[in-house]
């Protein structure tokens, strides 16, 4: 599945999904929350532009008008009011956002139903508004990739299980689940990409705390294991995919290079484990996602190792060098 | 069997990665292929990575390289070619 390039919501769907706490309501332009489409997470505040600079006004942004605004408005004559709120272009605003449960001016909402702008209204602070929209805005605008494999949480670790179909992914989740460990999902991982650098991923709603085993079918794993074998979502820390042992011809023997693998546009470190009959995958993965969590708090193990290699090669050398100083001598 | 004398001619010598390279190229083949250090003091088996690195061989050590089994031509020579290239290190490294 491709991400999408732009993703955007309706102002009906942001209301729809927005957090209870803000107590939305539309009090003007309700015919418009259908059409109009919010594109950026950021919210906007309309201070300046109500003073006349509008060169700024993103279209696809939530416009705030807190006390401050509204006070600016209130000490314009009506005439200067109801010009500086025609200024703005209402028709390509998506939506206004009126905080703290202040009564809109009258003119605001008669521009506002004449252009069909959905002006919101929120008993709920500026400040508090503005970061509440922001975090359910960048959930909402998140883009979105569905990959193939598994989602656990290994010692607090989100651990991504990936590889072909039949290679084992949901056998391994179970032995893990069975030591303990939880499960966020089976088969498709829905992941989104919150900011810039982090990864969520969860089930599809309806795969959700379900496990499918060749064999025994489909599985409710709480029902199974309890309410802490499973995981509602987990940020990605860690992919592991597993091989099948002929096809995995660039098996990292040491452990030092580092592999990742990009997912909507992040670097996920990777670790590939080649699959052959009388390997225990899910020690195998419980122990990369051990040495995966000292290599993030700084201990590389194997680069250690090869660094005391080094140390006894020089000293070997400088013996070779030595040994040959003295058959020189001897001559 | 086959045996072959090389000598390590790469700059930082059986290095952690020069190591690796060679048992993955040792792995591609049948042929049971062994590295002994000519002074005695060490001997390996070149499809396992602790092995060969505990030749401790740096640059100037001199190694007998054996081969044996169906394909033991082709494995020592390509064993013996990585020696000769220097295990892909370049003259970059070299000059250095």
Not at chain 1, 235 to 242: G, T
Not at chain 2, 20 to 25: D, F, G, H, K, Q
Not at chain 2, 37 to 55: C, E, F, P, Q, Y
Request: hydrophobic share 45%.
């Amino acid at each position: 599945m491709k991400p999408n390039d732009q993703p955007s919501i309706t102002v009906s769907e942001f209301i729809h999904h927005a957090p209870a706490q803000l107590e939305l309501r539309i009090t003007a332009g309700a015919q418009g929350a259908t059409t109009r489409q919010l594109t950026v997470p950021r919210v906007q505040k309309l201070g300046l532009a109500l003073a006349g600079f509008t060169n700024y006004i993103h279209s696809g942004r939530l416009q705030i008008l807190g006390q401050s605004e509204i006070r600016y408005l209130g000490q314009l004559d009506a005439e200067k009011r109801r010009e500086a709120i025609r200024n703005l272009g209402l028709e390509r605003i998506a939506c206004v956002l009126v905080t703290k449960g202040i009564e809109p001016p009258l003119e605001l909402i008669e521009e506002a139903e004449a252009a069909n702008l959905p002006l919101l209204s929120t008993p709920v602070l500026s400040s508090i508004a503005i970061s509440v929209v922001t975090d359910s805005l960048q959930e909402l605008l998140a883009p979105i990739v569905a990959r193939h494999g598994v989602l656990m949480d290994i010692y607090g670790l989100g651990v991504l299980i990936e590889g072909a179909s039949g290679i084992g992914k949901s056998e391994c989740a179970l032995d893990l689940i069975a030591r303990g460990h939880r499960l966020v999902a089976d088969d498709v991982v829905e992941v989104r990409r919150i900011g810039a650098d982090r990864l969520l991923g969860a089930a599809p709603e309806l795969l959700r705390e379900h496990l499918e085993i060749r064999g025994l079918g489909i599985m409710n794993i709480r029902d199974l294991f309890g309410v802490s074998a499973v995981s509602a979502n987990k940020a990605i820390d860690l992919s592991i995919k597993l091989e099948r042992w002929d096809e995995a011809s660039e098996v990292d023997r040491l452990g030092i290079d580092a592999q990742a693998v990009e997912i909507l546009d992040v670097n996920v470190p990777q670790v590939l484990i080649p699959v052959s009959p009388g390997r225990n995958l899910s020690t195998l993965v419980e122990t990369a996602v051990r040495v995966q969590l000292l290599r993030t708090r700084g201990y590389n193990a194997a680069q250690e190792f090869i660094a005391r290699h080094e140390k006894m090669l020089e000293t070997t050398e400088s013996r070779i060098q030595e040994s040959g100083f003295r058959i020189k001598e001897n001559l | 069997m086959i045996e072959r004398r090389v000598t390590v001619t790469n700059r930082l010598g059986l290095h952690a990665r020069a190591a690796a390279l060679l048992v993955r190229t040792a792995n591609t083949y049948k042929s049971a292929l062994r590295l002994e250090r000519t002074d005695g003091t060490a001997s390996a088996d070149a499809k396992s990575i602790l092995s060969v690195l505990m030749l401790a061989a740096s640059r100037g050590t001199e190694l007998l390289a054996t081969a044996e089994g169906v394909d033991e031509t082709e494995a020592i020579s390509a064993v013996c070619g990585l020696f000769a290239e220097g295990f892909g290190e370049g003259e970059r490294v070299d000059k250095a």
